[in-house]
């Protein structure tokens, strides 16, 4: 069976986007506005409010960077075993809720704001992975592209809220980081009250004999899953970091430090609205297709960075391509992995396919790091151009082969 | 699903909504800053700088702990030498921040806008020469970072060096071009050219000597941060991290540039603040309580006698 057969079943239009893929959309939007609010202030509380020095946010910074991938895999397992997805969802969410409290609590001591920050970016690694499943598993297979187009897209705009709220309650508050932290933990505890409320799970029989860590690990074995991870992996490798870019666009146009946070917030517009037309152009013309004219709008983002336009139409280009990318690519992946994966192994495997391209991404800012290092900015991204554009090949013979 | 139960759930999200609401909303509202509970008042003879609840004020370098001159300016950081005072406004909510140079009666000579957190502020003893340094997001090396920019105004030819990152910089002799170079914590030298910083590298905190003119800065020795010159320009006063590793903390120490040799001082507290010589046997610096606010300590430059607290509920000292 060709992947692209798989990929082009029957389509019910819009109509597939059930009331559960809102209701988690509506979930992710809540928790969206709660957690980007902290992500807005986190490093003005820091700087400003703690007044802590670089080393220190250093240590704070690194303590939770990987720590989740691990429990990522783990929470996938558990919600496959119990089957009870929405259970493990539910306390990813609830524990990044709590943590929001925790920032209050923590004080000035770097470690427990550590701790905290693990907690939160924790309880995320939770529920990513039984979130997507439930998507999956509650949609029919030929209108996966147009559900997490629409979840990402209702994700999208909570993260372009949650900012904008952060900075009215700072107003309001007389420039109180405390009260912050506690809208966003009552925004976020929203979010759990509408998910328990809300969202239906998709409890399959419980198997007669539970899933075991072999058989989760006996999905590696499953060539077509294999392949997936694989080419997540490749393409995640291929990925250098929103940082970079940024950064790579300040330096060349010589932009003000104050447009870094707007080069996120133009990125994360276009995105949200795009996600959804570009799962339903999915839906229709097949994922593969759609997610490597995402990769490609990435090759052209680095070529530009060094190309031939300048001023603001390249950061107007650029951050439009970028914006093309993550729409066309990070939903869209998850719907080309979802119907591939047995349902009774649903979350565990896009739980190790997040993981996959999760880490492949972490080594390859280490890498982009070394490569602008030895060689200058302008060389490396032109090979990060070259690495996505063998990422894509290969992805293409891996993903579009015969079983 | 029923309509019944649909309406219940309906009613259950509200509810939850409306309270949770609640919360925030009263939480925020009564989040009113607390006003300073410090005695204004005309301070007379030496006087020390400092912020008192973010506001610029004075007190009495003999009697700190009577009354203080407030003012109305707002500085997250500050600095006064030589007759200029170097303000890093706060960053607003809805407001960026910018550092404002005033001048005698706190008039203002001019304001630079600035994006990042304000994290120091010096000026040279002339007053000519004016350095920041700010916190900024997202502009680091490693993605997700946090990294800093430090820059130098020069008053007298209006010459602005937005960052140090500009300049050339060597270590043991060979430049290094290492986009990971982070600069903090500037200190200038009597004749408003030369200076002393922080400069941070591979893992590296390296005390460094700049030449403003040559857009120079070279490192002189490692595990150096936050350096301030002494008035006489012979020592310099700065935080060491404990064992090399700053999750230790840092301890306040003084070092002859000549003989690069190393006093740890009486303060054994972990100190995160870039110190100021207020004549050339005594430092000042503030420390954070427990409960996030800082007072202002002294402690003598030799390593002898105690810490002894100058000013309760401040910040930023700076001998006037």
Redesign the interface.
């Known amino acids: 069976m060709y992947l692209s057969t798989i990929d082009r079943p029957k389509t019910g239009g819009w109509k597939g986007v059930n009331a559960t893929v809102f209701a988690l959309g509506a979930v992710s939007l809540v928790t969206d506005v709660s957690s980007e609010m902290v992500t807005a202030v986190l490093p003005l509380y820091l700087v400003v409010g703690l007044q802590l020095s670089p080393a220190a946010y250093g240590v704070v910074d690194g303590v939770y960077t990987g720590a989740t991938t691990l429990l990522r895999l783990v929470g996938g397992y558990l919600a496959d075993r119990t089957t009870k997805r929405k259970a493990v969802a539910a306390l990813g969410y609830g524990l990044s809720a709590v943590a929001k409290l925790g920032l209050l609590a923590a004080g000035t001591s770097t470690a427990l704001l550590g701790a905290v920050i693990t907690a939160d970016r924790a309880g995320k690694g939770l529920r990513t992975a039984p979130r997507d499943a439930l998507i999956t598993l509650s949609t029919p297979a030929g209108d996966l592209g147009r559900a997490f187009g629409v979840h990402r897209a209702m994700d999208g705009i909570g993260a372009f809220i949650g900012p904008l709220v952060a900075l009215a309650v700072l107003a309001a508050a007389a420039e109180s980081f405390d009260a912050v932290f506690v809208t966003s933990f009552c925004v976020a505890a929203l979010g759990v009250v509408i998910l328990v409320v809300f969202v239906r799970d998709h409890r399959s029989a419980v198997p007669t004999s539970p899933v075991r860590p072999a058989a989760a690990a006996g999905l590696l074995r499953d060539k077509q899953v294999r392949r997936l991870v694989l080419a997540a992996s490749v393409l995640g490798l291929a990925t250098i970091g929103d940082g970079f870019v940024y950064l790579l666009l300040q330096k060349r146009e010589g932009l003000a430090f104050g447009w870094f946070p707007l080069l996120a917030v133009g990125t994360s517009l276009v995105y949200l609205l795009l996600a959804a037309p570009l799962g339903a152009l999915a839906d229709r013309v097949g994922r593969l297709p759609v997610v490597l004219g995402g990769y490609g709008a990435l090759i052209a983002v680095y070529l530009l960075i060094f190309g031939p336009l300048g001023g603001w139409p390249l950061v107007a280009a650029v951050l439009v391509l970028y914006g093309v990318f993550y729409a066309a690519t990070d939903g869209v992946l998850m719907a080309l992995a979802g119907p591939v994966l047995p349902e009774e192994l649903r979350t565990t495997g896009i739980a190790l396919i997040q993981s996959g391209q999760a880490l492949a991404y972490l080594g390859s800012s280490v890498l982009f790091g070394l490569a602008w290092q030895f060689w200058g900015p302008e060389t490396a991204t032109r090979l990060a151009a070259v690495g996505v554009a063998l990422a894509l090949a290969a992805t293409a013979a891996l993903l579009g082969r015969r079983r | ?1 029923t309509a019944a139960s649909t309406r219940a ?1 309906i009613t ?2 509200a509810v ?2 409306v309270l ?2 609640g ?2 909303v009263g ?3 009564l ?3 607390p006003e300073p509970d410090v005695e204004s008042g005309a301070v007379t003879g030496p006087r020390v700088q400092v912020l008192t609840n973010g506001r610029l004020s004075a007190v009495s370098r003999t009697d700190p702990s009577g009354p203080r001159e407030v003012t109305e300016e707002r500085c ?1 950081r500050a600095y006064t030498a030589g007759g200029t005072t170097a303000c890093l406004r ?5 407001k ?1 921040g910018e550092l404002a140079v005033l001048g005698p009666g706190q008039r203002e000579l001019v304001t630079v ?1 600035l ?5 120091r502020a010096r000026v040279s003893a002339s007053g000519r020469m004016v350095a920041w340094t700010l ?15 430090t820059g130098i105004l020069d008053l007298k030819t209006g010459t602005q060096v937005a960052s140090l990152e500009e300049f050339t910089s060597s270590v043991d002799g060979r430049p290094v071009q ?3 170079r ?1 600069y ?1 914590g500037v200190t200038f030298s009597a004749d408003d050219n030369r200076f002393y910083a922080t400069m ?1 590298t591979g893992g590296h ?1 390296y005390l460094v000597e700049g030449d403003f003119a040559a857009r120079t800065v070279k490192a002189l020795a490692d595990n150096v ?1 936050c350096p301030s010159l002494s008035p006489d320009g012979r020592r310099i006063a700065y935080k060491a ?1 404990v064992g090399g590793d ?2 230790q903390g840092w301890r306040l120490s003084t070092m002859d540039l000549a003989t690069r040799e190393v006093t740890p001082l009486a303060e054994t507290r972990s100190v ?1 603040d870039q110190p100021t010589w207020l004549d050339e046997n005594t430092i000042a610096y ?1 420390v ?1 309580r ?3 606010v ?1 007072d202002v300590w002294t402690v003598p430059a030799d390593a002898t006698g105690a810490p002894d607290v100058l000013a309760r509920e401040a ?1 930023s000292p700076a001998p006037l």
């Open positions: 699903m759930r259950v999200t939850a909504a949770l609401g919360v925030a939480y925020t509202a989040s009113a800053p997250d706060p960053v607003g909510a809805l960026a806008p994006t990042g957190f304000p994290n916190f900024v997001d997202g502009h680091s090396y490693a993605a997700n970072g946090f990294s800093t920019a290492a986009a990971d982070n903090w941070s905190r941060e991290a700053p999750q995160d503030g954070q427990g409960d996030g800082n910040n």
